[in-house]
């Protein structure tokens, strides 16, 4: 039976799952009238507002010493260069492309976290992400035969590797500061971190402003405020009580949700191998939550059969 503080997490990381789906929804919107160096820097601030506002209505204050190189590494990486690199990427490739290239991101996680954090590779965990993996190439290799501009360029390949790269070690940098400091406290100053690494966009922000139209500066103030103000916050709440890996290989729910999104939002109705390629995501993620049984509860279970 799972612990209260278990099913709490599991939750919080279905919420981060269903937020970063609906993320490249808005993505889509937002990314045809904002740079990439602009939408990350309006995304990051209208995050940085509401969790700033959260953390005094909490009155959390600064999180402790110790908890600050984790942050400093993970608010450059997964909140700078990551949110930057990606939007780039995704101009430069087509859609099913950046997916496939960007979900090396959880096994390179894993990798990390085994080296660096001590975490283990168990079985599960890792047949799991394998299937998920080919979940994730057959709904990329799907909507990139399905669209019309499809597109791969060496350049866009490489941003996109690039942002795997950061997002892996923004999420490994950031587990031991979860030792420290909360999940409110990681996840607003390392936004402030992406932030501010952004400040350079500025001026390319302040102009495409006013050129944009209002619903793409609403679809940007809606990635900074769900998919990276409550999602990294219930993300990094559930990291806090689970391996790196385990959380990152979750995240591979995303391409099917986004397929189920698109699909709900944009009428992009799926083919049969997206739909397949959904299916595998998410059996994989299960068999790398799943746990071996305990001896206890099979002799358990023999000795009531």
Not at 151 to 176: D, E, F, I, M, R
Request: include cysteine; aromatic fraction near 6%.
């Amino acid at each position: 039976m799972q612990k209260p503080s278990s099913r709490l997490a599991l939750v919080a990381a279905g919420v981060t799952v269903v937020l970063w789906a609906s993320a490249f929804v808005s993505i889509r919107s937002a990314g045809a009238a904002y740079s990439p160096g602009a939408l990350a820097l309006g995304r990051l601030l209208s995050g940085v507002l509401v969790l700033g506002a959260v953390l005094l209505v909490r009155r959390e204050g600064l999180p402790p010493r110790a908890a600050w190189p984790g942050i400093a590494v993970s608010g450059l990486l997964w909140f700078g260069v990551y949110m930057v690199v990606l939007n780039w990427g995704e101009q430069e490739v087509d859609a099913g492309t950046a997916a496939m290239v960007v979900n090396v991101g959880p096994i390179l996680i894993a990798l990390l976290g085994a080296r660096f954090l001590g975490e283990s590779l168990p079985p599960r965990l890792l047949a799991g992400m394998a299937v998920s993996f080919a979940g994730a190439v057959t709904v990329g290799l799907s909507m990139s035969r399905d669209s019309a501009g499809g597109h791969a360029s060496v350049l866009g390949v490489a941003l996109c590797l690039l942002a795997a790269v950061a997002y892996a070690g923004g999420v490994v940098a950031q587990k031991p500061a979860l030792a420290h400091g909360s999940a409110l406290q990681v996840t607003t100053f390392g936004c402030l971190v992406g932030a501010v690494a952004c400040l350079p966009f500025a001026g390319q922000l302040a102009g495409e402003v006013g050129r944009a139209p209002l619903s793409a500066t609403l679809n940007m103030v809606y990635l900074g405020v769900f998919p990276t103000a409550l999602a990294f916050t219930t993300w990094a709440y559930a990291l806090a009580r689970t391996t790196a890996g385990r959380m990152g290989a979750t995240t591979y729910a995303v391409p099917a949700l986004v397929v189920l999104l698109a699909w709900a939002f944009l009428g992009e109705l799926p083919g049969p191998l997206t739909l397949a390629g959904g299916a595998l995501c998410l059996a994989g993620v299960a068999v790398s939550r799943s746990r071996p049984r305990s001896r206890s509860s099979a002799a358990g279970a023999a000795e009531s059969a």
